[in-house]
């Protein structure tokens, strides 16, 4: 029986990012919990803090997806528009919500109470559900399959922790890593006939990945394997061990 | 007179990045290039190594921007389909580029030598030009305005820096930071209005970002202003540092 691959998509919303300022780390960081619910990351797109910009990368992304991510721009400051603008990817108006407004007001009782610009955190789009901020004030938002986090890394950690398990997904990803000292152009034949070798079909393949790097004066590669079946995974790293060592070559598995 | 403001779009081409295993570090490199050549990073996607996803960005962003850069899969593995892709995508068939077998060549005469896998390196889109590579050994590709980077990120600077100044641009972007100890809910609307005050239309407009932080227990943020005239940056920054201080704040010029 085919299983069914559970996609998703990021939208990283951000001229800070755009323009060199800040290092996105919530590709990785989302790519990598993903993973862990059975779920692909498919698509990355990095956007403006520009309406039109984000409108047409979230209704893109949202419809040929399960699931759509975004990250930023739900700050208090006049650049923060995700919320208005995702509102209008989906055609619904903006309102308050009284439970954001209530976690604001309790935040903030401390913190020299609340505000108008504060106030601006409790919005989200017509019959959006709020998504739990464990780190600071203001939550994250999910209505339909569109997922609003921070832009803040920490933050839009805690709130991937709030969602853990919630999302329905497949077999997450397994992966094995082999390393030897060897120019990856020495050994390319043998990468891809152990690759189409191992691949049993869309819902039971084995992907091979190449990494070279250069450490101390040395060229050497990791190959990661993946797949969603773990004796595809084990059966395709055994072969490709056995492959390396008749070259001559010596081999470390979980790499170098 | 209005200015023309150029734009860039990049596609990060890779399932590492996608995966989670490698974090990318090739927007924020780009980018900062970019600034300096007076050409503005308009949007960013990352797709996998997938001809269908690579032909449908790269089309997607080539037409729409003035010059478009791709980094990853041009290496010799069987997962390097970067220029089968693009030249797909540009409806051009591949060929063997003379000038990067001869570098080829060089490069592996010390190395075991040339081979199949190694030539690889050295196809391109019919019609393109090469991008020198002082890195390692295979030379970056140009075919009208696509730029064919490579995916390890020292390798693409030093493809960058090939290219420093021979690309049509306008005037790089300025910026100032401005930093205090505030947090940016209490400075929302101070920050709006100098933003619009200083703004004088799209050949001469001004951008105010805000970058929250906190550190040793306090919150702070940097005011980011950015601007192609530096009269502009001037103003608009000086009226932030008075309009701050008037709320009792102290400013630090180059932020926190």
Known sequence: MTERIWTAALVVIGDEILSGRTQDRNVAQLATWLNVQGIRLAEVRVVPDVQDSIVEAVNALRTRNDYLFTTGGIGPTHDDITVDAIAAALGVGVTIHPAAREVLTRYYESRGGITDARLRMARVPEGAELIVN????????????????????????GMLDALTG?????????????????????????????????????????????????RDGRTGANFVIRATRQELLDACGDALIVGLGSMGLETFDGGI
């Open 134 to 157: 464990r780190v600071s004030g203001a939550p994250g938002i999910r209505i339909g399959n569109v997922f609003i986090l921070a832009g803040v890394p920490h933050i839009a950690a």
């Open 166 to 214: 919630t999302l329905e997904g497949g077999r997450p990803v397994l992966s094995r890593t082999i390393g030897a000292w060897v120019a990856e152009s020495e050994i390319a034949e043998l990468l891809h006939a152990t690759e189409r070798a191992h691949s049993q079909g869309a819902d039971s393949g084995v992907a091979i990945g190449s990494y070279p790097f250069f």
